[in-house]
């Protein structure tokens, strides 16, 4: 797992970086230089554009990473990598038609609660576009096993330009309406550095022809944008439909509980960068053994690490609201319910890179299926009745059962599973710790409290697991940073 750890800690360091700059932006500079209105404006447009993402990508991001490994000849390779750029116009071109002969429709339907809405419409789809050739650009950087600047487009660049917009607003020098379609160039210009540096990794030799197997390409990409679009929606629909049935200012409160517990998925999101295209060389090649073994590594090694992250959040999460305004401790349920449902996620390692390289990728459509239609149907009858909190609910149970589901499936269709008894004594470790730190508190100022708080619990929980070797990988990785420092 050598190119795994290096990239995975390149990776990790590039998107805590981001998270960092994104929580300035999400809890102080969006809470204090925008309205509460046009900050919900802001996370339910970005969270719209977010699910179709997929749609708009048709699935490419998702097949380039499948098919890529599967190529031998530097032609076909070609020819393969042609295809994909054009093959996400299918659905932009359609769809944006639609948009545009539709837009009253679609304007007033969305707005029906909250005005404000639509005027922005056209940014949602805008963006989407822009999000969709990012993907397509960083899987093209990422099947030549180049994931680290991409990883760095992803996760810092846009919030970095943001952060600089946001001050624009403060200092006056643009509005509000501006800064909202401001956003819409910012994930352009994104697009366009991430293509550069693609071409320039691999510059592709333009063929008008279809690739010898493009009928199963063609299968392959219609089935994961309906995949990738389910587990977007059980992602942001929550966002989306608060917009719809309450006040918009609530997507802002429930905005910053979600970005606060997503801070767990940190660890998985730099580790999938390089593990998803060789999951799919192991799947190509039939390298079962192989696959298993980085299948429970890569499941007890993110265990380990967004385990102590979401003690970080938990443990923590009650000093971290009094620093911002009072109004947005309403999302403390919130960051709760959504940090446990990602840190089951995060158990399941390498599990969703399986499915989708996999022949049985179809079984993520039919379970995210009957799992989106859930997601909607609780967020229906839960938000209108509890708010954010009733938007928590609905998404913990559907991610939940979505990710157990897709465990039952791994193990059915490949006979194995990401757990082992180190599994098990992590689980009690996490235990043992949110019992005994989560009612202690310094009486000092929030920040130092934090600060504390942290590096103590902090020093015990990775003494204990390296000194427990719960992970060989986790253990070389520390015998390593000491080697270097003495």
Do not use: C
Not at 449 to 464: D, E, H, R, T
């Amino acid at each position: 797992m050598g190119i795994v750890v290096r990239q995975s800690i390149q990776n990790t360091i590039t998107t805590y970086i981001g998270f960092a700059v994104g929580a300035l932006n999400t809890l102080f500079l969006y809470t204090n230089f925008l309205t509460d209105e046009y900050y919900g404006l802001v996370g339910f447009l970005l969270s719209a554009a977010t699910i179709m993402t997929p749609l708009m990508a048709f699935g490419v991001h998702n097949t380039l990473v499948k098919f890529y490994s599967s190529y031998e000849d530097l032609t076909q390779r070609n020819n393969f990598l042609s295809f994909m750029i054009y093959l996400p116009l299918l659905m932009i071109i359609p769809v944006g038609l639609i948009g545009v002969f539709a837009y009253e429709s679609i304007s007033s339907f969305l707005s029906k609660e909250n005005e404000v809405i639509s005027s922005y419409v056209p940014s949602i789809f805008l963006i989407a576009v822009a999000m969709a050739y990012f993907e397509v650009f960083y899987a093209w950087s990422k099947v030549h096993m180049r994931s680290v600047f991409g990883n760095f487009m992803k996760e810092v660049f846009h919030r970095v330009v943001i952060m600089l917009l946001l001050f624009a607003v403060y200092f006056e020098l643009i509005d509000a309406n501006e800064f909202v379609w401001s956003l819409v160039g910012v994930y352009f210009l994104r697009a366009v550095v991430m293509k550069l540096y693609a071409y320039k990794l691999k510059f592709p030799r333009i063929i008008f022809k279809f690739p010898k197997n493009s009928k199963q390409i063609f299968t392959y990409s219609s089935m994961i944008i309906v995949a990738g679009s389910i587990a977007l929606v059980l992602l942001d629909i929550d966002k989306v439909m608060i917009g719809k049935y309450i006040p918009i200012e609530n997507v802002a409160y429930y905005n910053v509980a979600i970005f606060i517990a997503m801070v767990i998925i940190v660890p998985a999101r730099a580790m999938h960068q390089i593990t998803y295209p060789i999951t799919a060389e192991l799947l190509n090649s039939r390298n079962w053994e192989e696959l298993e073994n980085l299948y429970k590594k890569s499941s007890l090694t993110l265990f380990v690490i967004s385990g102590w992250v979401f003690l970080m959040i938990v443990l923590n999460v009650n000093q971290l609201y009094e620093l911002i305004p009072n109004e947005y401790s309403t999302g403390l349920f919130v960051v709760l319910l959504i940090s446990i449902s990602k840190l089951f996620d995060n158990l399941l390692g390498i599990n969703n890179a399986i499915l989708y390289n996999s022949d049985y990728y179809k079984w993520t459509v039919v379970l995210g299926v009957l799992l989106a239609i859930l997601t909607i149907t609780l967020n229906v009858i839960f938000i209108p009745k509890y708010g954010i909190n009733g938007a928590a609910v609905a998404t913990f149970l559907s991610l939940f059962l979505y990710s157990l589901a897709k465990i039952i499936v791994v193990k059915i269709k490949f006979n194995m599973h990401p757990f082992s008894k180190e599994t098990l004594k992590v689980s009690l470790v996490l235990g043992l710790f949110y019992a005994l730190f989560y009612l202690w508190d310094f009486q000092f100022h929030p920040i130092v409290n934090i600060g504390l708080k942290s590096l103590i619990f902090s020093l015990v929980y990775f003494i204990l697991m390296y000194k427990g070797k719960i992970s060989n990988d986790i253990n070389s990785l520390f015998d390593a940073i000491v080697k270097r420092i003495f």
